[in-house]
């Protein structure tokens, strides 16, 4: 099993649509997450961390889930901006998922 | 407060070729790793270093490739004898704390290797 896995893609919703991308992860010992965005395969970018609680920051939602080993980003009322790959990754030695890519269409 | 810095950010290469990839971290980051993308693929793990250790380096490739973080100076990623396939972004990034509870980690602009 990877280390950490995700939804496969690609996204394809209209501009003001809410998406939701979800992530497995199989180091249970892991204590911090993040999600990146990656544009044009540019450099990431650290878009959010998340937290045990739960994490918002104006239109994007983070959540963790132990029980279940899972990390969830949740985009609302999308923006032609938001078209970016999105990774997700654990701690540790910082293993990235292999990304879903998310496309906003007008 | 610069960023990660890498270079060069592009470099060509000939078959056979040594490639040098410097990254010099975040100021007050000693945490660095290494990642690989090649066309139309995700980001591969290749190496995980603190300062003048090697911390976890299970995604290097076993030969032609190594990677150093010296107590002074950048951390280097050394391709030897390169071949067509080792074209691709390597990025670099760091982190102020390593481990299960690492800090958030922020990239360079990666440096493109073209082997010709």
């Known amino acids: 099993r990877k280390e950490v896995e995700q939804d496969p893609g690609p996204f394809n919703v209209p501009e003001g649509a809410t998406v939701a991308f979800n992530c497995t992860y199989s180091n249970s010992a892991s204590q911090s997450f993040f999600w990146y965005r990656q544009d044009c395969r540019k450099e990431p970018k650290l878009l959010m961390s998340v937290y045990s609680s739960g994490n918002e920051d104006g239109r994007f939602t983070a959540q963790l889930n132990r029980a279940s080993q899972y990390i969830s980003l949740l985009i609302r009322d999308s923006k032609l901006s938001d078209s970016a790959t999105y990774l997700c990754?654990?701690?540790?030695?910082?293993?990235f998922g292999q990304g879903t890519e998310l496309s906003v269409k007008p | 407060n610069a960023g990660v810095m890498q270079n060069p950010r592009h470099l060509v290469r000939r078959r056979g070729q040594e490639a040098r990839l410097r990254c010099s971290p975040m100021?007050?980051?000693?945490?660095v790793y290494w990642y690989r993308q090649l066309p139309e693929e995700g980001l591969k793990f290749m190496v995980y270093l603190q300062k003048e250790n090697i911390i976890d380096e299970s995604g290097m490739p076993k030969e032609r490739f190594s990677a150093e973080f010296p107590k002074e100076g950048p951390s280097i990623l050394r391709i030897q004898q390169v071949v067509r396939g080792d074209s691709a972004a390597y990025f670099c990034?760091?982190?102020?704390?390593?481990?299960?509870?690492?800090?958030?980690?922020?990239f360079g602009q990666g440096t493109r290797l073209t082997v010709v």
């Open positions: 100021k007050g980051h000693s945490h």
């Open positions: 990754v654990g701690g540790g030695k910082l293993i």
């Open positions: 990034a760091s982190s102020a704390t390593g481990g299960i509870d690492s800090t958030e980690a922020f």
